[in-house]
């Protein structure tokens, strides 16, 4: 059986409680990425993804300059490297998110993505249900007035 390990991505791009909003939305568009896990050290304290600077960042008036902490998320689903490809994609779908961090004890060690489950073709079925669900929160939330 396949483990997280064997599909995730191990050079993660980072930031820390020292980086500001501006940093963050500079590294996300260099890297092409919408999420990026918040680190001190090696040890995993919370992600930002795109959403979050723009509802809690930009959204509230917030400057460029304003710490990772006011938009960070610290209650983050994780995975082990020895978890199961079908219980990430299983955790995916239930939690409805795109991406999981990695962690060996607290200390991120990778990343997986919805997209590294389907482009293996790798439990496509549970990776395609997840993001259909996931889609599916997404299109409906847009419409609620």
Do not use: W
């Amino acid at each position: 059986m396949k483990k997280i390990k064997d599909i995730m991505s191990t050079d993660c791009v980072t930031v820390t409680l020292k980086d500001n909003l501006y940093e963050i939305a500079l590294k996300m568009k260099q890297n092409d990425i919408g999420f990026i896990p918040v680190v001190e050290g090696k040890k995993l304290i919370g992600v930002v993804t795109d959403r979050d600077l723009v509802v809690r960042g930009y959204a509230e008036k917030h400057s460029g300059s304003t710490a990772v902490e006011e938009v960070i998320s610290k209650n983050v689903t994780t995975v082990t490297p020895e978890t199961s490809i079908e219980e990430a994609a299983k955790k995916m779908a239930r939690e409805k998110i795109r991406r999981l961090p990695v962690v060996s004890g607290s200390e991120l060690v990778g990343v997986v993505a919805i997209a590294d489950l389907a482009i293996r073709e790798v439990f496509v079925d549970e990776a395609g249900q997840a993001l259909s669900e996931i889609s599916e929160n997404v299109d409906h939330a847009s419409t609620v007035h």
